[in-house]
C-alpha cells in the first residue's frame, strides 16, 4: 500500500497537475489538442485569397473588353475657309409705295367701266366715263354769254372814243366820260368771267373721263356702270396700288441699328432679301431705302424700309415675309456647320478629328451664325474635320469611324487636301 501511495505522489509531482482518476486510467493522456485559433486564421486567409482571385478575373474581361471596343461611327465634315456674310433678320410686311382711291370730281351717272379688276395700268389710262351731257350744256351757255359781253364791250370801246373826242371840243362834260371808262372796265370783267365760266365747263368735261393718277395694279370694282356717282362718296371708285416698285417695312433690334447707320452714312448700298413665311424661299432682292426716326420703345427695335424692282411680281401689297440685311461680310472666315459646335461649363467646344481616327476635344470662339453654318474666330484651322454627328458618345481620344453624310463623301483624316498620314495641321488661328 505504501508503495502504490508513493508511486502515485510521484507521478503527480512530475506531471505538476493532478490527474483524475479516469484520465490516469486512458492511454495517451499526456497528448496535447492544437488550439482552435489557427484554424480561424487558415479559413480568413483562404477567403481573402479567393475574393482577390474573383476580383481579378473580373477585371480582366473588362480591360479586354476596352481594348476590343467598336468605333464609333460618327459624320465629320471639313472646315472651310471663305467668305462669310454677316446679315441681320427681320419680320417685314410688303408696303405698296402708293396706294390710290380713284373717285370722280363731278355728279353724274356712271356710264361705262374701261378697266379690268386685277389689271395693270399706267398713268393716264382712261379708267371710266361719267356723263358729260351737262356739262356740254353749260359750256355753250358760257360760251353765248362771253359773246354777248365781248359785243358790249366793243361798243362801249366805240362810245369811249366818241366821248374822248367830245370832251376835247368841250362838248360834253367829263363826268360822262369817266363814266363811260368805267362802263368798258365792267364790260371786260364781264368777259373775263364768261371766260373762266368756259374755262370751268371744259374742265367739268375733263373730270367725265375718269383716269389712272398713278400706275399700278387696280383692285377690284367699287360702283358699277349705271350708279350715280358723287365727288363725296367715300368709298370712290376703284383702288389703285402701285406695286413697281414697292417696299418692305421690316424691324431690327435697337442694338444692330448703328452698325446700320455707319453703312448708310458712308454711302454704301445695303443688299436686303425677302423670303417666304418658311424661310425656305428667296422671293426677291433690293436695297435698303432709309430707316426710321423713332425707336419702338415697347419692343426695342427700329423699323426699316427697302425697295424692291418686283419686276416679276414676287411681291404683294401686305404680304409677309421674312427679310434679311447683308451688313457685312467677313472676308475668309473659318466657317463650320453650326450642328459641330457643343457647349459646356467651359463654354463651347467641337470634337476634332485627328490622323488617328480619334477624337480631341477643342475650344473654339464663335462669330456669326446663318444658315446652319457659324464663323470660327479661333480654335479651328481650315481642312480640319469636325464631328457633326454622333457626338453623343464621344470623349477625348475617343475612337470613331466615320461614315459619309447625307448628299456628302466625309474624308478621313489623312485624305483631306492631299496630306498624309501623320502630318500636323497648320497652327491654330
Given at each position: 500500500m505504501q508503495n502504490d501511495n508513493y508511486n502515485d505522489d510521484t507521478h503527480g509531482e512530475t506531471s505538476g497537475t493532478p490527474l483524475a482518476a479516469d484520465q490516469r486510467s486512458k492511454p495517451g493522456h499526456g497528448f496535447k489538442r492544437p488550439w482552435p485559433g489557427f484554424f480561424i486564421v487558415v479559413l480568413v486567409a483562404g477567403l481573402l485569397a479567393l475574393g482577390a482571385y474573383y476580383r481579378q478575373s473580373k477585371a480582366q474581361p473588362d480591360s479586354t473588353a476596352k481594348k476590343t471596343a467598336p468605333a464609333i461611327s460618327v459624320v465629320a465634315l471639313t472646315a472651310a475657309r471663305k467668305d462669310f456674310n454677316v446679315y441681320l433678320t427681320g419680320l417685314g410686311s410688303v408696303t405698296a409705295l402708293n396706294t390710290a382711291t380713284v373717285k370722280t370730281r363731278?355728279?353724274?351717272?356712271?356710264?361705262?367701266?374701261?378697266?379690268?379688276?386685277?389689271?395693270?395700268?399706267?398713268?393716264?389710262?382712261?379708267?371710266?366715263?361719267?356723263?358729260?351731257?351737262?356739262?356740254?350744256?353749260?359750256?355753250?351757255?358760257?360760251?353765248?354769254?362771253?359773246a354777248r359781253d365781248e359785243a358790249l364791250l366793243?361798243?362801249?370801246?366805240?362810245?369811249?372814243?366818241?366821248?374822248?373826242?367830245?370832251?376835247?371840243?368841250?362838248?360834253?362834260?367829263?363826268?360822262?366820260?369817266?363814266t363811260q371808262e368805267a362802263l368798258v372796265l365792267q364790260y371786260e370783267g364781264s368777259v373775263k368771267a364768261d371766260r373762266g365760266q368756259i374755262d370751268s365747263a371744259k374742265l367739268q368735261l375733263q373730270y367725265c373721263r375718269v383716269t389712272a393718277p398713278i400706275g399700278g395694279r387696280v383692285g377690284l370694282r367699287l360702283v358699277d356702270t349705271g350708279n350715280v356717282v358723287h365727288a363725296s362718296d367715300a368709298g370712290g371708285l376703284v383702288v389703285i396700288t402701285q406695286v413697281q416698285p414697292i417696299t418692305v417695312v421690316f424691324s431690327i433690334p435697337e442694338d444692330a441699328l448703328p452698325r446700320v447707320l455707319e453703312k448708310l452714312s458712308a454711302g454704301a448700298q445695303l443688299n436686303v432679301e425677302a423670303y417666304d413665311r418658311q424661310q425656305k424661299e428667296r422671293l426677291a432682292t433690293g436695297y435698303l431705302l432709309t430707316a426710321?426716326?423713332?425707336?419702338d420703345p415697347t419692343t426695342g427695335t427700329i423699323k426699316l424700309k427697302a425697295v424692291f424692282s418686283n419686276k416679276s411680281y414676287e411681291l404683294f401689297p401686305n404680304q409677309f415675309v421674312n427679310a434679311r440685311l447683308l451688313v457685312d461680310v467677313m472676308r475668309d472666315a473659318v466657317v463650320i456647320p453650326t450642328s459641330a459646335i457643343q457647349r459646356g461649363p467651359r463654354g463651347t467646344f467641337v470634337y476634332v478629328v485627328k490622323s488617328g481616327n480619334t477624337v480631341e476635344v477643342r475650344p473654339v470662339g464663335l462669330e456669326e451664325a446663318r444658315g446652319g453654318e457659324t464663323a470660327v474666330s479661333k480654335g479651328l484651322s481650315p481642312g480640319e474635320l469636325v464631328v457633326v454627328e454622333g457626338s453623343e458618345r464621344l470623349m477625348e481620344g475617343a475612337h470613331v469611324e466615320m461614315k459619309p453624310a447625307a448628299g456628302t463623301n466625309a474624308q478621313r483624316p489623312d485624305q483631306q487636301h492631299g496630306q498624309k498620314a501623320g502630318q500636323q495641321p497648320g497652327p491654330q488661328k
Open positions: 363731278v355728279d353724274g351717272q356712271l356710264m361705262e367701266v374701261l378697266y379690268r379688276e386685277g389689271q395693270i395700268v399706267r398713268p393716264g389710262d382712261l379708267l371710266a366715263r361719267i356723263d358729260s351731257r351737262p356739262f356740254g350744256v353749260q359750256l355753250v351757255q358760257a360760251e353765248g354769254q362771253l366793243n361798243n362801249a370801246r366805240l362810245d369811249l372814243e366818241r366821248y374822248r373826242v367830245l370832251w376835247k371840243q368841250d362838248a360834253i362834260q367829263k363826268q360822262q366820260l369817266d426710321d426716326n423713332q425707336i
